[in-house]
C-alpha cells in the first residue's frame, strides 16, 4: 500500500532556496520562487552570474565557468552583508548544479561569513540548504542534524512558524528510519507551534504525518482520526483538491491495511475520479490505481485488477518512479501467484527486487525477497540469506539512527529549556513593567511606604538589641560605681578619723603655744611639726592608693564578653577561648563600635553554637594602631559559603559591621569548621561626652 506522505517528497523535487534575506516555504517543503519573490535582480555582476548559473538554457560548463569567476570576485570582499548575499547566491547555485565538492566548500563558506556578520538567520537557512543535499543522498542521520540546527535557531529568534517546519522535517525523517516514538514527540511539537498561527497547509502536514505513525505502528483507528483531522485543517486551504485525494488515498490505504477493503475501494475510486488527477498529478494517479487493484484482488474482485496493475507499470516507467514500479511489479506476482501462472510471477517479482534494489526501498525488497522465497524454490536459500542479511543490518542501521537522533534530540531539548527559561524571564519582566506602569503613583507610593516600614522596624529591632548592650553596660557601670562609692567611703573615713583628727589636734595644740613663749613652748611647737610631717606622710600614702586604683583599668567591655562567655559555655556545653589585646583601652572606644562589636561578637557565637554543632570556639581580640580585629573560629561541621543562604543573623553581621566602616569574611569547609572575621577602624570616645552620657544614663537608671 501507498501512502501519499502529504506533498512533502513531491515539492522536494523542486526545492529552492532563496538565498536574499526573506525564505520562502510551501507548506512543508521549499518551492521554486517565482520571479515577484527574488524581486529584481541587481545590476552588479555577482548577482547576474549567479542567476545566469542557475539558467537551464546554459551547458554545465558554462555554469561551472560563471560559477568560479563570481566566487573569485565575492572572495576579494571583507565580510559584510554583501558577501554573505553573494557567497549564499553561489553555494545556491552549486547545490543547483549538483556539485556536491563546490557545494560543500562554499556552504561551509557562508555559514563562517553568517557567524562573522552576525547574521544568525542566514546561518540557520545555510543549515538548511546543507540538510536538503543529504536528504538528497538518503544521508539521514546527516540531514536531521542540519534541520536540527536550523530548528534550534528559529527557536531562539522567536520564529515559531519556522521552528514547527523544522521539527516538522526533522519527525519525518525519523518516520523513514521507524523511529515512531521520536518522530511522533517531534510532530507533537510543531503542532504545539503551529496551531496558534493558524498554519492550516503545515498542520495538515503535521496529522497527515501522525496518521502515517499511527498506521506503521498498527494503530488503525489511531491513523484515521488523525487523517480525517488532517482533512479538516486541509479543507481550510484553498484550491488543495489534488491534496485533499491525496488524503482519501492515505484512508483508503488504513482501511485496506486493516482488512476492510470494500470500505477501502470507494476511496481509491474518489482519488482516480478527481478531475485533472491524471494528467496533473501523474503519480498520485498511479499510486491510487495501484492501491485499488491491490484492494480489489484482496476482496476477491477479479474485475480490471491485471489491466490496472499494467496500466501504473506503464505510468510509472513514464515517470521513472523506480519505487512506485517495484510495488506494482510486486502487486502483479502476488496477482499471477494466485492465478497460478508461477513464471510470470517470479518474472514480475524479479523486477520488483530489481527496482526495489535501485530505488533503496528496502521495505518492499524485504517484502519481495519473502515472495520470491515462496514462488522460487530453486533459489529460496539464495533469497532467504539474501534476507536474513538485509533485515539484520537494516535494524542495526536504524538503531543506529534512532541512537544518533536521540543525542542530536537530546541537544535541542537543552537549548529548547534555555529559550523556554528566557522566555518566562522576558515575559517576567515586561508583566512587571506592565504592572508598574498601570499602577502608576499609587503602586509606588505603597512600595514606598512597605520600604519604610520594614526600614523603621529593621531599625527598632536595632534599637532593641543596642539597649540591651547598653543595659549590660550600664549594669557593669553600676557595679564600678558601687565599688567607687565603697572606696570613697573607706577615704573619707581615713580622712575624717585619722587626717582630720591630727590636724584638729595640731591645730590646737599650736593656738595655746600661740600664748608661750618659753622652752617648753618651743619644745610643743617641734612636737606639733612632726605631727604635720606624719599628717603630709599619712596624706601622700592615701593619695598613692588613689593613684595606683586609677591605673588599675577596669574593662567593663571586656567583662561583658567575658560574661557572655561564661553564659553560652555553660548554656551549650562548650568549651572558648578567649584572648584578646591587653594594651588597648577598650572602654576608650567609640560607644557605637562597642554595641555593634559586641552584638556582631554574640551573633557569631549563637550561630556556630546552633548551626555549626561545635564543642569548642576560639575567640581573638587584636588592635594595632589603627584597626581593632576579631576572629571567631569554631571546630564545627562547615559549610559550602557560595550556596549557603544568607540568614537574617548573617545579614545583621554585614549591616553592623558597615554601620562602623568595617570589613567583615566568612571562611568555612565542609568538615572543618568556619572562621568569622572582621576589622574595624578605631575610632577614640570623647570622654567628655561619654561621661556626661553615661552620667545622664545613671540618672535614668
Not at 241 to 256: L, P, R
Not at 405 to 420: G, L, P
Amino acid at each position: 500500500m501507498y501512502h501519499t506522505k502529504s506533498i512533502f517528497n513531491h515539492l522536494l523535487q523542486n526545492f529552492l532556496l532563496i538565498s536574499s534575506s526573506t525564505v520562502f516555504m510551501l507548506s512543508c517543503a521549499k518551492k521554486e520562487p517565482s520571479g515577484q519573490e527574488l524581486g529584481t535582480i541587481p545590476s552588479d555582476s555577482v548577482m547576474i552570474w549567479s542567476q545566469m548559473a542557475l539558467d537551464n538554457s546554459n551547458t554545465i560548463t558554462k555554469r561551472q565557468t560563471i560559477l568560479r569567476k563570481a566566487l573569485e570576485h565575492t572572495q576579494s570582499r571583507s565580510n559584510d552583508s554583501t558577501k554573505l548575499k553573494y557567497i549564499s547566491k553561489i553555494q545556491w547555485a552549486y547545490l543547483m548544479l549538483d556539485d556536491s565538492l563546490a557545494f560543500r566548500k562554499t556552504n561551509a563558506q557562508a555559514r563562517l561569513t553568517a557567524l562573522a556578520v552576525g547574521d544568525s538567520a542566514n546561518w540557520a537557512r545555510r543549515h538548511w540548504d546543507l540538510a536538503y543535499f543529504f536528504e538528497k543522498r538518503d544521508v539521514k542521520d546527516s540531514a536531521y542534524f542540519h534541520y536540527a540546527q536550523t530548528q534550534k535557531v528559529f527557536m531562539r529568534l522567536n520564529d515559531p512558524l519556522q521552528a514547527g517546519r523544522f521539527l516538522y522535517y526533522m519527525a519525518k525523517i525519523q518516520e523513514e528510519v521507524k523511529d515512531f516514538a521520536g518522530s511522533e514527540t517531534n510532530v507533537i511539537k510543531a503542532i504545539e507551534l503551529l496551531k496558534p498561527l493558524d498554519a492550516n497547509m503545515d498542520l495538515y502536514n503535521c496529522y497527515n504525518l501522525l496518521g502515517i505513525i499511527a498506521n506503521g505502528l498498527g494503530n488503525y483507528e489511531q491513523a484515521l482520526i488523525d487523517y480525517k483531522t488532517a482533512n479538516g485543517y486541509l479543507r481550510k486551504v484553498k484550491n488543495q483538491k489534488y491534496s485533499e485525494a491525496g488524503e482519501k488515498n492515505n484512508i483508503g490505504v488504513v482501511y485496506s491495511e486493516m482488512g476492510e477493503y470494500q470500505k477501502a475501494i470507494p476511496y481509491f475510486e474518489d482519488v482516480l475520479a478527481v478531475e485533472g488527477v491524471r494528467k496533473n498529478q501523474t503519480a498520485l494517479f498511479a499510486r491510487a490505481l495501484t492501491n485499488l487493484a491491490e484492494s480489489k484482488f484482496k476482496a476477491g474482485i477479479d474485475t480490471d485488477v491485471k489491466y490496472q496493475l499494467q496500466e501504473s507499470i506503464r505510468i510509472r516507467d513514464s515517470l521513472r518512479d523506480l519505487e512506485g514500479l517495484a510495488g506494482s511489479h510486486y502487486h502483479l506476482a502476488e496477482y499471477y501467484l494466485a492465478k497460478n501462472d508461477n513464471s510470470n510471477a517470479i518474472l514480475n517479482a524479479t523486477k520488483a527486487k530489481g527496482f526495489a534494489t535501485q530505488s533503496a526501498n528496502n521495505d518492499r525488497l524485504l517484502k519481495t525477497l519473502q515472495l520470491l522465497i515462496r514462488i522460487d524454490s530453486r533459489n529460496a536459500l539464495v533469497y532467504s540469506e539474501e534476507y536474513i542479511k538485509l533485515d539484520d543490518s537494516l535494524r542495526l542501521e536504524e538503531r543506529k539512527l534512532r541512537d544518533k537522533f536521540a543525542r542530536i534530540r537530546f541537544e535541542t531539548d537543552e537549548v529548547v529549556a534555555e529559550n523556554e527559561l528566557l522566555a518566562r524571564q522576558r515575559q517576567l519582566w515586561t508583566g512587571i513593567a506592565l504592572t508598574l506602569l498601570l499602577l502608576s503613583i499609587a503602586a509606588f507610593v505603597i512600595i514606598s511606604q512597605r520600604i519604610k516600614n520594614q526600614k523603621l522596624k529593621f531599625q527598632q529591632e536595632q534599637q532593641t538589641s543596642n539597649q540591651e548592650i547598653l543595659d549590660l553596660l550600664l549594669s557593669q557601670g553600676e557595679k564600678l560605681q558601687e565599688g567607687k562609692q565603697i572606696e570613697q567611703k573607706r577615704i573619707s573615713e581615713e580622712l575624717h578619723d585619722g587626717v582630720q583628727g591630727r590636724l584638729q589636734g595640731a591645730r590646737m595644740m599650736l593656738l595655746g603655744l600661740n600664748k608661750r613663749d618659753d622652752d617648753d613652748a618651743k619644745s610643743e611647737r617641734s612636737r606639733a611639726i612632726v605631727m604635720l610631717k606624719d599628717i603630709q606622710e599619712e596624706v601622700r600614702s592615701i593619695s598613692h592608693e588613689l593613684s595606683h586604683a586609677a591605673y588599675q583599668k577596669i574593662h567593663n567591655f571586656i567583662l561583658s564578653l567575658e560574661d557572655l562567655k561564661t553564659t553560652i559555655e555553660k548554656s551549650a556545653d562548650i568549651t572558648i577561648d578567649f584572648n584578646y589585646a591587653e594594651h588597648l583601652d577598650w572602654d576608650a572606644l567609640n560607644s557605637d563600635i562597642k554595641i555593634n562589636l559586641y552584638r556582631i561578637i554574640q551573633e557569631s557565637l549563637q550561630n556556630a553554637v546552633k548551626h555549626a554543632q561545635c564543642t569548642h570556639i576560639d575567640l581573638q581580640l587584636t588592635a594595632d594602631t589603627a584597626t581593632v580585629g576579631v576572629r571567631i573560629t569554631d571546630n564545627g561541621k562547615g559549610f559550602v559559603v557560595k550556596k549557603g543562604k544568607k540568614g537574617i543573623g548573617m545579614r545583621n553581621i554585614a549591616s553592623r559591621t558597615t554601620k562602623v566602616n568595617g570589613t567583615w569574611n566568612i571562611e568555612s569547609v565542609i568538615g572543618n569548621g568556619t572562621t568569622v572575621s572582621l576589622t574595624i577602624p578605631i575610632i577614640k570616645k570623647d570622654t567628655r561626652k561619654e561621661a556626661k552620657k553615661e552620667s545622664e544614663n545613671l540618672q535614668n537608671a
